[in-house]
């Protein structure tokens, strides 16, 4: 299907040359540009409610790097709860 579609001057050079520098035809650029805008938005998850709580790390824990943390929390050490008396 064929449109007529006016276009501003300044927008119209900018989008030929940007075709030009990447090889895109206008028609592609106008194609791509309305699938883009015309395609279903994912909802938005909100905000992030950051949830803090007291107390301390388990002392055989090691925030040195992530590796670590990793097989902390694969061991079987992690499981069980630290008691504070």
Request: proline share 6%; net charge negative.
């Amino acid at each position: 299907m064929k449109a007529t579609v006016e276009i501003d001057d300044t927008l119209l050079r900018q989008t030929k040359r940007i075709g030009a520098e990447f090889g895109i035809s206008m028609r592609e650029m106008v194609k791509e540009g309305l699938q883009r805008e015309t395609k279903p938005k994912l909802p938005s998850r909100g905000k992030i409610r950051w949830v803090t709580a007291s107390g301390t790390l388990p002392k055989d824990l090691d925030l040195s790097s992530r590796e670590k943390m990793w097989e902390w929390l694969e061991s079987p050490e992690s499981d069980e709860p630290e008691l504070n008396h």
